[in-house]
């Protein structure tokens, strides 16, 4: 019954594609490209970064996400680019979400301390059903369940769609401020609305996907400077509120560095309940960093019967050698972005 559940899940994305949402790392900060386009470039040098993401893993698959991102400074043309991939499935792979698309930031100076970027992303957005995995009442035997007496599946008189995948042009954009020991930023995901319908039943299926708003922020406090030995100490209380749709959530806490070793804590509410408690471990080695966080269950759903969510980041930065991390206390450029880098 609950692969049934799920499937019947499955079907609704597919076929509602106008309350369909996207997939929010709880580690934000380990996937700014996700958050915001701006966020381009904000390194010294080249970034890579793979995250996974294992959502109600007490229900067989039912959605796992994997990403992986590059990016790359040019500080001679105040810019940054940047490449994403990424992967959503639902219903242990009935249902299938494909995106890669590439993302440009600029940065303006607007005083000694001051910046503004601006960031876009473009690329192509692709879903995928996988029919073969669909299970329809009239397959189902009150005696034998799905299969005959002798094992075979049973047969449905369900009709294929002759269009099982569906792929658009996806835009989006962003704004980023910082200066100091602040940062703010706004984001719009799917400026031109990609259809992600699969079955043209109405007109009203075929809105679009939701717009996505993002605004988010910051504050850092420096506990101790780095050297050439350790990294710095600080602490960074953020927020961030993303709507889509008729669904907003709102996640509120603090990211923590302690030379080597960081963690953090949020709490995270959607517009009608309560929804997780995540808390995050990881460690820097070299250019090395790896992270894991878990959200603990706290809504209606309960954490016994969802399993909470794991996610696992890990990013090569390697602005992490040494003659980079000496460039970086040289200056006061991005003082702010720890937590993100």
């Not at 692969?3 to 790392?25: C, E, K, M, N, T």
């Not at 490449?83 to 000694?112: C, F, H, K």
């Not at 299969?147 to 294929?160: C, K, Q, V, Y």
């Not at 016994?304 to 200056?331: M, V, Y």
Request: charged content about 15%; some cysteine.
């Amino acid at each position: 019954m609950l692969r049934i559940l799920l499937i019947f899940l499955s079907i609704i994305g597919f076929g509602l594609p106008g309350l369909a949402q996207d997939p929010v790392f709880s580690q934000f900060y380990a996937a700014p490209l996700q958050v915001n386009p701006a966020f381009a470039g904000i390194t010294y040098a080249p970034r890579l970064t793979v995250n996974y993401r294992n959502q109600w893993p007490s229900w067989p698959n039912a959605y796992v996400t994997y990403s992986a991102t590059y990016e790359q400074p040019l500080e001679e043309l105040n810019s940054g680019l940047g490449l994403l991939v990424m992967a959503d499935v639902a219903g242990d792979g009935v249902y299938r979400t494909n995106r890669i698309s590439g993302v440009y930031g600029y940065q303006v100076q607007v005083t000694r301390d001051f910046f503004v970027k601006f960031g876009v992303e473009a690329g192509i957005i692709q879903n995928r059903l996988d029919w073969d995995q669909l299970l329809f009442l009239d397959q189902l035997d009150p005696l034998t369940g799905a299969t005959d007496g002798e094992g075979n599946p049973n047969l449905s008189e369900e009709t294929r769609p002759d269009q099982l995948s569906s792929t658009a042009v996806d835009i989006s954009a962003g704004i980023l401020a910082y200066g100091g020991n602040f940062y703010g930023g706004f984001s719009v995901k799917h400026l031109n609305r990609p259809n992600e319908n699969l079955l043209e039943v109405n007109q009203n299926l075929a809105l679009g996907l939701p717009l996505r708003f993002t605004v988010h922020g910051g504050v850092e406090f420096e506990l101790e400077r780095g050297n050439n030995r350790r990294r710095p100490a600080f602490i960074s209380p953020n927020v961030m509120y993303i709507q889509q749709g008729d669904f907003g959530q709102v996640n509120i806490g603090a990211y923590a560095g302690l030379g080597q070793i960081y963690g953090g804590l949020w709490y995270r509410h959607t517009l009608e309940n309560a929804d997780a408690a995540i808390g995050l471990v990881g460690f820097h080695y070299g250019v090395m960093r790896i992270g894991y966080s878990y959200d603990f269950t706290v809504s209606g759903l309960s954490n016994g019967n969802t399993g909470g969510t794991h996610e696992i980041s890990l990013t090569f930065s390697f602005e992490d050698s040494a003659r980079l991390q000496a460039k970086r206390r040289r200056s006061r450029y991005n003082d702010c972005f720890k937590m993100f880098n």
